[in-house]
């Protein structure tokens, strides 16, 4: 079946330490997200791409990093330049065609 | 500029009484509105979406969704609630030309026996 692996579903780190989270989809899709989900703030975008070797700036993408080498993949590095790295992590694709987002199941990061 | 409004932050209703959840966009051409669903620790799940035609679409688990363009708004309802739609709702809309959703900042329902 069709879908979007986010791995891990859990991960702690040490604070000023590096961390890459893993956003793999075989449904061909060609634009993929990140979104970082506080309680009570929603869906805040951090980073976007819309086709391989290109990405663009969210809302919030300061501290993170993104690459897209791959249609299948989208890490996101959250940096020791994140004041506030804590939070839950979703994935997203899409096509173009606006058909709406298809998610990962999150990753809940806890930096200590 | 788009953009997602839901009015209630929280709604607490009981089991087998009806919802409705308000959302209301800003667009600037045709919209697509989605309505997706949130259980804890979990991902979104897609629960219907409206491109075009018949205003009123269906979507899982029993919900449907009425979009009315001159009140700029897709209101999500279902007529008796199951305690396992407790979860947060997010409306978004997006548009042909535009895939990038925006999302408003979800309301969160709660079921009480």
């Known amino acids: 079946d069709g879908g979007i692996t986010q791995s891990p579903k859990y991960l702690f780190r040490k604070e000023g330490q590096n961390v890459t989270l893993s956003c793999e989809q075989n449904l061909n899709h060609d634009a993929m997200y990140w979104y970082r989900q506080d309680p009570g703030q929603g869906l805040r975008l951090i980073y976007y791409s819309q086709i391989v070797n290109d990405f663009q700036k969210g809302d919030i993408a300061e501290g993170y990093s993104v690459s897209r080498e791959k249609k299948e993949s989208f890490p996101l590095t959250v940096t020791s330049a994140q004041k506030n790295p804590t939070a839950f992590y979703l994935c997203a694709s899409s096509m173009r065609s606006g058909n709406g987002y298809t998610f990962g199941s999150g990753t809940r990061l806890t930096v200590v | 500029a788009q953009s997602v409004t839901q009015p209630d932050i929280h709604i607490t209703v009981s089991e087998g009484a009806s919802l409705e959840l308000r959302c209301n966009y800003s667009y600037g051409a045709t919209p697509y509105l989605f309505w997706y669903v949130q259980s804890p620790g979990q991902g979104l799940q897609l629960l219907l979406k409206?491109?075009?035609?018949?205003?009123l679409v269906q979507g899982i688990k029993g919900f449907e969704a009425e979009f009315k363009r001159s009140q700029s708004s897709f209101n999500l309802r279902k007529p008796s609630v199951h305690w396992s739609d407790a979860a947060e709702y997010f409306c978004?809309?997006?548009?042909?030309?535009?895939?990038?959703?925006?999302f408003g900042a979800g309301t969160t329902v709660t079921v009480r026996a």
């Open positions: 978004a809309v997006g548009g042909v030309n535009d895939y990038k959703l925006s």
């Open positions: 409206y491109f075009s035609g018949d205003t």
